[in-house]
């Protein structure tokens, strides 16, 4: 196993600010019309599709 490239490692950064749960401040400000966030995701259950 290899060094991650710069383009896996950015991915990877991406996904995981992005696998966060919702800000308790966004909820109250949406009068909770938003729950939660849609983009997160488990480690287990959905993989990244990220090539190389």
């Given amino acids: ?3 991650k490239s710069a383009y896996k490692k950015r991915r990877l950064g991406r996904a ?3 696998t966060r ?3 308790v401040l966004a ?3 949406t009068h ?8 997160q995701r488990n480690w ?3 993989k990244l599709r990220i090539k190389g």
């Fill in 1 to 3: 196993m290899g060094k």
């Fill in 21 to 23: 749960r919702m800000p």
């Fill in 44 to 46: 287990r259950r959905t």
């Fill in 32 to 39: 909770r019309r938003i729950r939660y966030n849609k983009l």
């Fill in 16 to 18: 995981l600010k992005r």
């Fill in 27 to 29: 909820i109250m400000r």
